[in-house]
């Protein structure tokens, strides 16, 4: 996934409060998204989408990727969202989250209304990303569709509470497994159906929050399970979740540096000068063009997340 934007920690911000917002701003999430939807009262939806736009403009976020959720199509809400913050304050804007997508439609509709309002307020065409909410069975079955859905796509996340109501799952924990299911992870369906649509389409798959705010080993535990199968990171609700995720969705240190050894040891051994070979050794194991790839997973991940090697490579040492 060459160039994708790092969203470890992604932290979910009511857009209907100004005191969090400002405590936002400082903090070390690799996301930020000013919320519209679920976190905002129907009756402050109005002034929430006002504080926002004033927010975006007047605000220096340390987060590198700034977001707003705007409310799901099926709400009188989500078009004025729209026109109003991307026309307020569209250049301030790296992406909109869209949630309970049930189909492609949802997110091709998203896109021609964004384009409307780039163009007529003079902003460039395609720049805003979606990322869209799987957080129902409907939303599931599509996946793959809306994964297809927009070239703006470019990320799909896990929506836990909204999915497990859809599902009439009995429990009211969200992160945890549902009590009496005790044969294996509940969810492993589901985050493998959005990984598999991710990757097929080369956007990121992002986990739902914890909601257990202070256990913050639970939230660990969480965030190692669906970090393990390959997703880019998970959303938060409490500064206090943000160093615990973005640790465990960066890689290793070790790992990290012998990453880029593979890569970097690959590349010259494949290379004329190096002798053209398919298959070398590094250290006590051998890489291949599988191996490569591999690597290279771990090196882009580590690379969007600002590491840096610890360990240099020497051609004629490898």
């Not at 250049?91 to 007529?120: R, Y």
């Amino acid at each position: 996934m060459t160039g994708m934007r790092a969203r470890r920690s992604c932290l979910a911000v009511p857009g209907s409060n100004p005191r969090m917002m400002e405590k936002a701003q400082g903090l070390p999430a690799d996301q930020v998204f000013l919320d519209l939807e679920d976190a905002v009262a129907p009756v402050a939806k109005a002034e929430a989408r006002r504080a926002v736009i004033s927010t975006l403009n007047e605000a220096v976020f340390r987060a590198p990727l700034r977001s707003v959720r705007v409310n799901d199509w099926t709400t009188p809400w989500t078009y004025t969202d729209v026109i109003d913050v991307v026309g307020g304050a569209g250049a301030q804007i790296d992406t909109l989250v869209l949630p309970k997508v049930l189909g492609p439609e949802q997110v091709v509709a998203l896109d021609l209304l964004l384009t409307q309002v780039e163009k007529s307020h003079g902003l460039e065409v395609g720049r805003i990303g979606i990322e869209a909410q799987i957080e129902n069975a409907a939303g599931l079955v599509n996946v793959d569709a809306i994964a297809a859905a927009s070239p703006r796509l470019e990320a799909l996340v896990f929506g836990p509470a909204d999915f497990m109501a859809s599902l009439n799952m009995r429990s009211l924990v969200v992160g945890e497994q549902p009590e009496g299911y005790d044969v294996g992870d509940a969810y492993h369906y589901i985050l493998m159906r959005i990984l598999m649509a991710a990757r097929a389409n080369d956007v990121l798959a992002i986990d739902g929050p914890y909601l257990q705010i202070k256990d913050l080993e639970g939230l660990q535990r969480s965030a190692e399970r669906s970090a393990a199968l390959g997703f880019d990171g998970k959303w938060v609700l409490h500064p206090d979740q943000i160093e615990v995720v973005n640790a465990v969705y960066s890689p290793r240190q070790a790992d990290y540096d012998h990453a880029e050894l593979i890569l970097d040891s690959y590349a010259w051994h494949t290379s004329p000068e190096g002798g053209a070979r398919g298959a070398v050794m590094v250290g006590d194991h051998m890489v291949d063009e599988a191996s490569r790839k591999m690597a290279l997973t771990v090196a882009a991940k580590g690379r969007a997340a600002g590491m840096s090697r610890t360990q240099s490579f020497h051609a004629r040492e490898a």
